[in-house]
Protein backbone atom coordinates (compact mmCIF):
# COMPACT_ATOMS: atom_id res chain seq x y z
CA UNK A 1 0.00 0.00 0.00
CA UNK A 2 1.39 3.64 -1.08
CA UNK A 3 0.81 6.20 1.99
CA UNK A 4 2.06 10.02 1.20
CA UNK A 5 4.18 10.72 4.27
CA UNK A 6 6.87 12.62 3.00
CA UNK A 7 7.16 14.04 -0.43
CA UNK A 8 10.31 11.37 -1.39
CA UNK A 9 7.68 8.41 -0.61
CA UNK A 10 6.56 9.18 -4.28
CA UNK A 11 9.38 7.96 -7.06
CA UNK A 12 9.40 10.50 -9.70
CA UNK A 13 7.38 8.59 -12.07
CA UNK A 14 4.36 8.34 -9.77
CA UNK A 15 5.15 11.75 -8.42
CA UNK A 16 4.78 13.26 -12.39
CA UNK A 17 1.64 10.71 -12.76
CA UNK A 18 -0.42 12.70 -9.93
CA UNK A 19 0.94 16.21 -11.77
CA UNK A 20 -0.04 15.13 -14.75
CA UNK A 21 -3.49 13.70 -13.36
CA UNK A 22 -3.98 17.06 -11.87
CA UNK A 23 -3.87 18.79 -15.27
CA UNK A 24 -6.34 16.39 -16.63
CA UNK A 25 -8.31 17.08 -14.17
CA UNK A 26 -8.14 20.72 -14.43
CA UNK A 27 -8.78 20.32 -18.49
CA UNK A 28 -11.62 18.08 -18.32
CA UNK A 29 -13.13 18.26 -14.91
CA UNK A 30 -16.28 16.69 -15.74
CA UNK A 31 -14.79 13.49 -16.23
CA UNK A 32 -13.77 13.05 -12.79
CA UNK A 33 -16.85 14.06 -10.55
CA UNK A 34 -18.04 10.75 -9.97
CA UNK A 35 -14.47 8.94 -9.82
CA UNK A 36 -14.93 8.68 -6.21
CA UNK A 37 -18.50 8.35 -5.33
CA UNK A 38 -19.86 6.20 -2.33
CA UNK A 39 -16.28 6.84 -0.84
CA UNK A 40 -15.02 8.27 1.99
CA UNK A 41 -11.85 10.57 3.15
CA UNK A 42 -11.21 10.81 7.16
CA UNK A 43 -9.68 14.18 7.43
CA UNK A 44 -7.88 13.87 10.95
CA UNK A 45 -6.81 17.23 12.80
CA UNK A 46 -5.23 16.71 16.07
CA UNK A 47 -4.11 20.26 14.86
CA UNK A 48 -6.05 23.08 13.59
CA UNK A 49 -5.35 23.92 10.17
CA UNK A 50 -8.48 25.36 8.43
CA UNK A 51 -6.94 26.24 4.65
CA UNK A 52 -5.56 22.74 4.45
CA UNK A 53 -8.13 21.27 5.32
CA UNK A 54 -11.16 22.67 3.52
CA UNK A 55 -8.70 22.24 0.52
CA UNK A 56 -8.92 18.16 1.17
CA UNK A 57 -12.66 18.75 1.46
CA UNK A 58 -13.38 20.44 -1.41
CA UNK A 59 -11.11 18.19 -3.15
CA UNK A 60 -12.85 14.77 -2.46
CA UNK A 61 -16.50 16.63 -2.82
CA UNK A 62 -15.23 17.59 -6.30
CA UNK A 63 -14.22 13.87 -6.98
CA UNK A 64 -18.32 12.84 -5.88
CA UNK A 65 -16.74 11.36 -2.10
CA UNK A 66 -17.87 12.53 1.21
CA UNK A 67 -15.78 13.93 3.86
CA UNK A 68 -15.92 12.93 7.89
CA UNK A 69 -13.57 13.50 10.53
CA UNK A 70 -12.77 15.99 12.90
CA UNK A 71 -10.97 19.41 12.77
CA UNK A 72 -9.57 19.88 16.18
CA UNK A 73 -8.51 16.94 18.58
CA UNK A 74 -9.67 18.87 21.76
CA UNK A 75 -13.93 18.86 19.74
CA UNK A 76 -13.30 15.54 18.94
CA UNK A 77 -14.86 12.31 20.16
CA UNK A 78 -10.95 10.91 19.87
CA UNK A 79 -10.53 9.88 23.87
CA UNK A 80 -7.36 10.86 25.44
CA UNK A 81 -4.97 8.34 25.55
CA UNK A 82 -6.11 6.57 22.40
CA UNK A 83 -2.89 5.86 20.00
CA UNK A 84 -2.49 7.35 16.65
CA UNK A 85 -2.48 3.35 15.26
CA UNK A 86 -5.67 2.62 17.35
CA UNK A 87 -7.41 5.56 15.85
CA UNK A 88 -6.79 4.90 12.34
CA UNK A 89 -7.31 1.00 12.58
CA UNK A 90 -10.91 2.17 13.57
CA UNK A 91 -11.55 4.84 11.47
CA UNK A 92 -10.04 2.72 8.15
CA UNK A 93 -13.21 0.47 8.53
CA UNK A 94 -15.31 4.03 7.90
CA UNK A 95 -13.19 5.61 5.15
CA UNK A 96 -11.22 4.79 1.80
CA UNK A 97 -8.51 7.42 2.99
CA UNK A 98 -7.14 9.14 5.64
CA UNK A 99 -5.82 12.99 5.76
CA UNK A 100 -3.98 13.49 9.50
CA UNK A 101 -2.45 16.34 10.93
CA UNK A 102 -0.47 16.35 14.09
CA UNK A 103 1.42 18.45 16.13
CA UNK A 104 3.51 15.31 16.78
CA UNK A 105 6.32 15.04 14.33
CA UNK A 106 6.46 10.64 12.91
CA UNK A 107 2.50 10.38 13.89
CA UNK A 108 1.48 9.73 10.46
CA UNK A 109 4.37 7.44 9.73
CA UNK A 110 3.84 6.05 13.18
CA UNK A 111 0.03 5.41 12.00
CA UNK A 112 0.85 4.43 8.49
CA UNK A 113 2.23 1.48 9.50
CA UNK A 114 -0.40 -0.65 11.00
CA UNK A 115 -3.28 1.55 9.05
CA UNK A 116 -5.57 -0.66 6.85
CA UNK A 117 -5.90 2.52 4.08
CA UNK A 118 -3.69 5.26 2.62
CA UNK A 119 -2.82 8.11 4.67
CA UNK A 120 -1.92 11.35 3.72
CA UNK A 121 0.20 13.22 6.12
CA UNK A 122 -1.75 17.10 5.87
CA UNK A 123 1.92 18.03 8.07
CA UNK A 124 2.81 16.85 11.29
CA UNK A 125 4.98 19.46 14.04
CA UNK A 126 7.38 21.33 11.38
CA UNK A 127 8.62 18.07 9.87
CA UNK A 128 6.61 17.20 6.75
CA UNK A 129 4.28 18.77 4.79
CA UNK A 130 4.10 16.35 1.56
CA UNK A 131 1.01 18.33 -0.68
CA UNK A 132 2.25 21.63 -0.17
CA UNK A 133 5.42 20.27 -2.02
CA UNK A 134 2.84 18.03 -4.68
CA UNK A 135 1.08 21.69 -4.99
CA UNK A 136 4.15 24.18 -5.79
CA UNK A 137 5.08 21.48 -8.13
CA UNK A 138 2.38 21.63 -9.84
CA UNK A 139 2.06 25.21 -9.86
CA UNK A 140 5.61 25.45 -11.57
CA UNK A 141 4.44 23.36 -14.21
CA UNK A 142 1.45 24.94 -15.08
CA UNK A 143 3.24 28.60 -14.45
CA UNK A 144 6.04 27.60 -16.93
CA UNK A 145 4.98 24.69 -18.85
CA UNK A 146 7.89 22.74 -17.76
CA UNK A 147 10.07 21.87 -14.54
CA UNK A 148 13.33 20.59 -15.74
CA UNK A 149 16.15 23.39 -16.10
CA UNK A 150 14.07 26.39 -14.44
CA UNK A 151 16.23 28.60 -11.68
CA UNK A 152 14.28 29.29 -8.95
CA UNK A 153 14.82 31.38 -6.00
CA UNK A 154 14.05 31.05 -2.39
CA UNK A 155 13.53 34.32 -0.66
CA UNK A 156 13.24 34.58 3.37
CA UNK A 157 13.53 32.07 5.92
CA UNK A 158 15.42 28.82 4.29
CA UNK A 159 16.40 27.73 7.64
CA UNK A 160 13.26 26.71 9.41
CA UNK A 161 10.61 27.01 6.38
CA UNK A 162 9.71 23.58 5.80
CA UNK A 163 8.19 24.03 2.86
CA UNK A 164 11.57 25.26 1.36
CA UNK A 165 13.34 21.96 2.10
CA UNK A 166 11.09 19.87 0.58
CA UNK A 167 10.88 21.96 -2.42
CA UNK A 168 14.76 21.48 -2.80
CA UNK A 169 14.39 17.91 -2.71
CA UNK A 170 11.47 17.32 -4.76
CA UNK A 171 13.27 19.38 -7.73
CA UNK A 172 16.93 17.69 -7.14
CA UNK A 173 15.22 14.77 -9.10
CA UNK A 174 14.78 17.27 -12.48
CA UNK A 175 16.78 18.33 -14.89
CA UNK A 176 19.28 21.10 -14.46
CA UNK A 177 17.36 23.10 -11.61
CA UNK A 178 19.60 25.95 -10.65
CA UNK A 179 18.74 27.11 -7.33
CA UNK A 180 19.14 31.01 -5.87
CA UNK A 181 19.00 31.38 -1.74
CA UNK A 182 18.24 34.86 -1.18
CA UNK A 183 18.39 34.80 2.90
CA UNK A 184 19.67 36.87 5.73
CA UNK A 185 22.60 35.46 7.65
CA UNK A 186 20.27 34.08 10.25
CA UNK A 187 17.74 32.29 8.40
CA UNK A 188 20.56 30.51 5.75
CA UNK A 189 19.86 26.82 4.27
CA UNK A 190 20.90 24.04 6.75
CA UNK A 191 24.09 23.00 5.40
CA UNK A 192 22.86 19.31 5.20
CA UNK A 193 20.42 20.31 2.64
CA UNK A 194 23.24 22.11 0.92
CA UNK A 195 25.39 18.72 1.23
CA UNK A 196 23.39 15.90 1.20
CA UNK A 197 20.49 16.91 -1.62
CA UNK A 198 21.96 19.84 -3.38
CA UNK A 199 25.59 18.29 -3.53
CA UNK A 200 24.64 14.32 -4.18
CA UNK A 201 22.49 15.37 -7.06
CA UNK A 202 24.06 17.80 -9.31
CA UNK A 203 21.78 20.65 -7.97
CA UNK A 204 23.60 24.10 -8.89
CA UNK A 205 22.97 26.44 -5.84
CA UNK A 206 24.68 29.37 -4.80
CA UNK A 207 23.75 32.28 -2.18
CA UNK A 208 23.36 36.06 -2.11
CA UNK A 209 22.44 38.90 0.06
CA UNK A 210 19.66 40.96 -1.97
CA UNK A 211 17.13 40.15 -4.16
CA UNK A 212 18.19 42.65 -6.81
CA UNK A 213 21.24 41.17 -7.91
CA UNK A 214 19.24 37.99 -9.22
CA UNK A 215 15.81 38.96 -10.19
CA UNK A 216 16.39 39.16 -13.91
CA UNK A 217 17.63 35.47 -13.85
CA UNK A 218 14.41 34.19 -12.20
CA UNK A 219 12.01 31.86 -13.77
CA UNK A 220 10.23 31.53 -10.33
CA UNK A 221 10.67 33.38 -7.01
CA UNK A 222 9.55 31.13 -4.34
CA UNK A 223 8.85 33.71 -1.05
CA UNK A 224 8.69 32.80 2.62
CA UNK A 225 7.42 34.65 5.67
CA UNK A 226 10.77 35.99 7.72
CA UNK A 227 9.16 35.83 11.41
CA UNK A 228 10.84 38.09 13.68
CA UNK A 229 10.79 35.68 16.56
CA UNK A 230 13.47 33.09 14.43
CA UNK A 231 16.12 35.91 15.11
CA UNK A 232 18.24 35.54 18.00
CA UNK A 233 18.27 39.44 18.39
CA UNK A 234 16.27 42.36 17.38
CA UNK A 235 18.69 44.74 15.53
CA UNK A 236 19.35 42.30 12.90
CA UNK A 237 16.05 41.93 12.03
CA UNK A 238 15.31 45.33 12.34
CA UNK A 239 18.32 45.76 9.90
CA UNK A 240 17.42 43.33 6.71
CA UNK A 241 13.34 42.83 7.47
CA UNK A 242 12.93 45.41 3.95
CA UNK A 243 15.14 43.65 2.27
CA UNK A 244 13.27 40.17 1.95
CA UNK A 245 10.27 42.40 0.70
CA UNK A 246 8.54 42.13 -2.76
CA UNK A 247 6.71 45.42 -4.23
CA UNK A 248 6.66 46.51 -7.03
CA UNK A 249 9.82 48.03 -7.36
CA UNK A 250 11.83 44.83 -7.60
CA UNK A 251 9.27 42.97 -9.80
CA UNK A 252 9.85 45.15 -12.68
CA UNK A 253 13.86 43.89 -12.34
CA UNK A 254 12.59 40.05 -13.10
CA UNK A 255 11.59 38.75 -16.38
CA UNK A 256 8.30 38.96 -18.11
CA UNK A 257 6.82 35.14 -17.74
CA UNK A 258 8.65 34.74 -14.03
CA UNK A 259 6.01 33.45 -11.61
CA UNK A 260 5.91 34.47 -7.72
CA UNK A 261 4.95 31.45 -5.44
CA UNK A 262 4.39 31.73 -2.05
CA UNK A 263 2.40 28.74 0.59
CA UNK A 264 0.22 31.57 2.12
CA UNK A 265 -0.27 32.78 4.91
CA UNK A 266 1.26 36.23 3.95
CA UNK A 267 2.62 38.87 6.47
CA UNK A 268 3.59 41.60 4.45
CA UNK A 269 6.77 39.89 2.80
CA UNK A 270 4.60 40.44 -0.61
CA UNK A 271 3.26 44.13 -0.53
CA UNK A 272 -0.42 43.90 -1.58
CA UNK A 273 0.46 46.33 -5.31
CA UNK A 274 2.10 42.95 -6.50
CA UNK A 275 -1.00 41.09 -6.11
CA UNK A 276 -2.53 42.42 -9.81
CA UNK A 277 0.57 41.50 -11.40
CA UNK A 278 -0.03 38.46 -13.73
CA UNK A 279 2.88 37.29 -12.67
CA UNK A 280 1.82 36.74 -9.54
CA UNK A 281 1.18 32.90 -8.72
CA UNK A 282 0.40 32.61 -5.31
CA UNK A 283 -3.25 32.80 -5.53
CA UNK A 284 -3.67 30.29 -8.38
CA UNK A 285 -1.35 28.15 -6.37
CA UNK A 286 -4.04 27.77 -3.21
CA UNK A 287 -6.21 26.48 -6.71
CA UNK A 288 -3.90 24.15 -7.35
CA UNK A 289 -3.40 22.74 -4.21
CA UNK A 290 -7.09 21.59 -4.18
CA UNK A 291 -6.67 19.74 -8.09
CA UNK A 292 -3.31 17.64 -6.84
CA UNK A 293 -5.35 16.29 -3.51
CA UNK A 294 -7.99 15.29 -6.18
CA UNK A 295 -5.50 13.87 -8.05
CA UNK A 296 -3.63 12.22 -4.83
CA UNK A 297 -6.26 10.84 -3.39
CA UNK A 298 -7.34 9.45 -6.97
CA UNK A 299 -4.24 7.73 -7.00
CA UNK A 300 -3.48 6.64 -3.78
CA UNK A 301 -6.60 4.98 -4.00
CA UNK A 302 -5.91 2.95 -7.76
CA UNK A 303 -2.77 2.21 -6.33
CA UNK A 304 -4.06 0.27 -2.67
CA UNK A 305 -4.07 -3.28 -3.38
CA UNK A 306 -1.05 -2.59 -6.62
CA UNK A 307 2.38 -4.53 -5.79
CA UNK A 308 4.12 -2.11 -8.41
CA UNK A 309 3.16 0.75 -6.29
CA UNK A 310 5.10 0.11 -2.61
CA UNK A 311 6.39 2.23 0.02
CA UNK A 312 9.80 2.84 -0.82
CA UNK A 313 12.61 0.33 0.80
CA UNK A 314 13.86 2.72 3.80
CA UNK A 315 17.05 1.40 5.39
CA UNK A 316 16.53 -1.06 7.66
CA UNK A 317 15.62 -0.03 11.26
CA UNK A 318 18.19 0.04 13.97
CA UNK A 319 17.27 -1.14 17.63
CA UNK A 320 19.62 0.37 20.22
CA UNK A 321 18.44 0.49 23.73
CA UNK A 322 21.54 2.47 24.62
CA UNK A 323 20.02 6.11 22.85
CA UNK A 324 17.24 7.35 22.24
CA UNK A 325 15.43 10.18 20.45
CA UNK A 326 15.66 13.37 22.64
CA UNK A 327 12.73 15.38 20.07
CA UNK A 328 9.87 15.94 23.03
CA UNK A 329 8.07 16.77 19.97
CA UNK A 330 8.42 12.92 18.36
CA UNK A 331 6.36 10.50 18.38
CA UNK A 332 8.81 8.12 20.55
CA UNK A 333 8.45 10.10 23.53
CA UNK A 334 4.58 10.97 23.21
CA UNK A 335 3.27 7.42 22.36
CA UNK A 336 4.53 3.93 23.19
CA UNK A 337 5.97 3.98 19.77
CA UNK A 338 9.56 2.29 19.96
CA UNK A 339 12.78 4.15 20.12
CA UNK A 340 14.15 3.04 16.70
CA UNK A 341 16.51 4.43 14.06
CA UNK A 342 18.41 4.21 10.57
CA UNK A 343 21.60 5.14 9.79
CA UNK A 344 22.21 7.99 7.15
CA UNK A 345 24.61 7.86 4.02
CA UNK A 346 27.00 10.09 6.27
CA UNK A 347 27.00 7.63 9.08
CA UNK A 348 24.79 9.04 11.13
CA UNK A 349 21.96 7.71 13.38
CA UNK A 350 18.52 9.41 13.20
CA UNK A 351 15.46 8.59 14.79
CA UNK A 352 13.32 6.63 12.55
CA UNK A 353 10.25 8.69 12.85
CA UNK A 354 11.47 12.30 13.27
CA UNK A 355 14.73 12.05 11.60
CA UNK A 356 16.81 13.67 14.49
CA UNK A 357 19.94 12.85 14.85
CA UNK A 358 20.83 11.00 17.74
CA UNK A 359 24.43 10.41 17.37
ZN1 LIG B 1 12.23 11.07 17.07
Not at 52 to 67: D, N, Y
Not at 251 to 267: D, F, I, Q, S
Request: hydrophobic residues 35%; contains cysteine.
Amino acid sequence: MKHLIDPMDLTKEETDEIISLAEDIIAHRERYQGSMSHRKLATLFYEPSTRTRLSFTSAMMELGGSVLGFSDAKNSSVSKGETVQDTVRVVGCFAEVIAMRHYIEGAQLYASEVSPVPIINAGDGSHSHPTQTLTDLLTIKRELGHIDGITIGFCGDLRFGRTVHSLIKALSRYKDVRVILIAPDSLKLPDYIKHDVCDKSGVQYREVETMEEVMPELDVLYMTRVQKERFLDEEEFDRVKDSFVLDARRMALGKKNMAVLHPLPRVNEILTEVDSDPRAAYFRQVENGKFVREALIVKLHEWKDDPAHPMPEHDRPVFDSSVRCTNPKCICNNEHAPHKFHYTDGGQLRCWYCDSKVR
